[in-house]
Nanobody
Framework: QVQLVESGGGLVQPGGSLRLSCTAP????????IGWLRQVPGKEREVVSC????????VFADSVKGRFTISRDNTKNTVYLQMNSLKSEDTAAYYC???????????????????WGQGTQVTVSS
């Protein structure tokens, strides 16, 4: 059973920044493409970004392009989501998730992910 652990969420003012981290104790993330998704109560989970296992490819939802970056340090078994120029509409619970080992690369569809963490809350408010 894969257990992903997200951290780094919190309360930030509009225009501010946060960096989220995703790790998986006892599980090697390096083999997997990893996505960051977010969800607001009452709405569907949305994929905001994904990074391939070798970091060669990153993808972003249009809503976060130019503001968010994704990276990973496989030596630390950690994937990061750097969020800049945050807006109130970025308020959500953020989750990291693994892509199956299907060779299909990153996807921006939420159903393309299998194992998830418990999430970390990001609140953007003045």
């Amino acid at each position: 059973q894969v257990q992903l652990v997200e951290s780094g969420g919190g309360l930030v003012q509009p225009g501010g920044s946060l960096r989220l981290s995703c790790t998986a104790p006892g599980f090697t993330l390096a083999y997997y493409d990893i996505g960051w998704l977010r969800q607001v109560p009452g709405k569907e989970r949305e994929v905001v970004s994904c990074i391939t296992s070798n970091s060669r490819t990153t993808v972003f939802a249009d809503s976060v392009k130019g503001r968010f970056t994704i990276s990973r340090d496989n030596t630390k078994n950690t994937v990061y989501l750097q969020m800049n120029s945050l807006k109130s509409e970025d308020t959500a619970a953020y989750y990291c998730a693994t892509r199956p080992l299907d060779g299909m690369g990153c996807k921006l569809t939420k159903d393309a992910y299998d194992f998830w963490g418990q999430g970390t809350q990001v609140t953007v408010s003045s």
